[in-house]
């Protein structure tokens, strides 16, 4: 999907050759003298417009008009919800129709905040997964012209909008593909193809190299599956040495079958998704290589299957992470974090000066938080607030977690130096008090994304987050706007 910012009033709109014009006017909108303004204001008056948010109104070769067919959109506020659902009932009504070239008109200039909504909502509306499908359904919106009364205001959001559209695209894509379509060995190509970008670097680990770093975690969780594990390294320098990376982490689990510790079959399927923090740090990538900013950050994906077979890891099993520390295995569905504190220990090479990891770490996640919000967790100032921030501005939305000490209690274990689980209750947190042993060297965080990386049943399929907030992270640390 090809996206085209240009300076448009209401007058010039009028004349834009499209297939499908869509108007958005907050409720604040005066119309001028223009055969669109007309029109709109008529629309407005008679209440077929209603002035409800979301509302819509549709006009078929409207006369005096370029466009083959108007769609009004009402916005009301026009804030961040509002321009959502509006974008969405708009491109709902029109896909049918197939449109190809559509013009995504706003009436008032808006805020950074709107635009990133607007265009990631007509994006989302719009996606269609092919991949795997013989005879798939092919998006026919190939190109959107996004029409504001001042485009140079707003080149640099629109082109990081962009830019986070098409991390998102590449997100949701390696998410959604089944594990036997996107296995460790394949991620690790994924990661290397973003290689081919200016100030991009991968790196992939194998077997032998995670065994000589000592990372006996990672190792454990691997063991029970024949497809070969990667440790995916990427690195985008767009800085100056002397500037430290912000690490971004990210779990891939290419399928969680829970191991010798074994889900029940029911919606099994959807652990295809245990890569989704995988699938959102190489949509990141995506993005840097796109903007090519000021700023240094490193990718770090520890990638396997946890499968049950002869050689698998069994409960009680302990094993030495690369840290030294000793972890008794009592659940080996408890995956994630084995994996993810070996990568976190490895993150200290980087002097980095803060590592946040992305995972879809626990069910316990989902139960508090559900869809809407990543779970976040931190005990750094300066990073809460940052991540905020981002998530507020990309409205891809987090809430902040406890991690008091207490919450620890339960990982105490007779035979190793932590154990892999703590009892049900504060599942989400005692998993991040687990992570939090390991990173002790630098500022971190860590979003859980069980809830928020996919969706479940008919509307199946990944949503690309939280790829919208740490792009909006990482460019945070951008001394000037580059
Ligand atoms: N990948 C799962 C977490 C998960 C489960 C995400 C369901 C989304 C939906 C993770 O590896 C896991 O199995 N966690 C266990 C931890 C438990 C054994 C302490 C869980 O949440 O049940
Ligand atoms: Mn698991
Ligand atoms: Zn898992």
Redesign the pocket.
């Known amino acids: 999907m090809n996206f085209e910012l240009v300076t448009l009033d209401l007058a010039v709109a009028g004349h834009e050759k499209s297939d499908v014009l869509l108007m958005l006017l907050p409720a604040s909108f005066k119309p001028g003298k223009n055969p669109l303004s007309t029109l709109i204001g008529k629309a407005l008056k008679s209440g077929d417009l209603a002035d409800k948010p979301t509302s819509l109104l549709d006009i078929y070769r409207p006369a005096g008009l370029a466009c083959a067919r108007l769609v009004l959109v009402q916005l009301g506020d026009a804030k961040a919800g509002n321009v959502r659902k509006g974008v969405q009932a708009a491109i709902a009504l029109i896909k049918p129709a197939k449109p190809k070239q559509i013009t995504l008109c706003f009436a008032q200039a808006p805020d950074d905040q709107a635009l990133h909504v607007a265009l990631t909502a007509l994006a989302e509306a719009s996606y269609v997964y092919a991949t795997t499908l013989s005879k798939a359904e092919v998006r026919t919106i190939a190109h959107v012209k996004v029409g504001v009364p001042d485009s140079a205001d707003l080149a640099a959001p629109f082109a990081r909008t962009v830019a986070a559209v098409h991390g998102i695209e590449l997100a949701k894509e390696w998410a959604n593909r089944p594990a036997n379509h996107a296995t460790p060995t394949h991620l690790a190509r994924a990661a290397q193809a973003l290689a081919k970008s200016p100030r991009i670097k991968c790196e992939v680990l194998n077997h032998k190299d995670v065994h000589k770093l000592g990372m006996g975690a990672f190792m454990a969780v691997a063991q029970g599956s024949a497809e070969p594990l990667k440790f995916i390294e990427l690195q985008y320098k767009g800085a100056p040495k002397t500037q430290a990376p912000v690490v971004l982490v990210g779990k891939g689990?290419t399928f969680?079958s829970?191991g010798i510790s074994i889900k029940p079959a029911a919606e099994m399927d959807e652990?295809k998704y245990?890569m989704c923090g995988a699938a959102s740090v190489l949509g990141v990538f995506r993005a840097l290589a796109e903007l090519q900013p000021a700023i240094n950050v490193v990718g770090l994906i520890p990638s396997c299957e946890n499968l049950p077979s002869s050689r698998a890891v069994k409960p009680g099993d302990v094993v030495t992470s690369m840290s030294g520390q000793t972890i008794e295995i009592l659940?080996t569905?408890?995956?994630?974090r084995l994996v993810l504190c070996d990568a976190l220990t490895y993150a200290e090479r980087f002097k980095p000066r803060a590592v946040l990891d992305i995972a879809?770490?626990?069910?316990?996640c989902?139960i508090a938080l559900g869809g809407l919000r990543s779970g976040f967790f931190s005990t750094d100032e300066a990073m809460t607030a940052a991540v905020a921030k981002a998530g507020d501005s990309s409205q891809d939305l987090c809430w902040p977690m406890p991690l008091d000490d207490d919450y620890a209690e339960g990982l105490k274990s007779s035979f190793a130096d932590v154990a892999n689980?703590a009892g049900r209750p504060g599942?989400a947190i005692t998993a991040a008090k687990f992570l939090q042993r390991f990173t002790g060297k630098y500022p971190w965080g860590h979003l859980d994304i069980?809830g928020s990386g996919w969706k479940s049943g008919s509307a199946k399929g990944a949503t690309g987050r939280p790829v919208g907030l740490l792009l909006h992270y990482v460019l945070s640390f951008q001394t000037s706007a580059a």
């Open positions: 689990i969680d829970g652990m245990d659940n569905d408890a995956e994630g879809t770490l626990t069910g316990a989902v689980v599942g069980a």
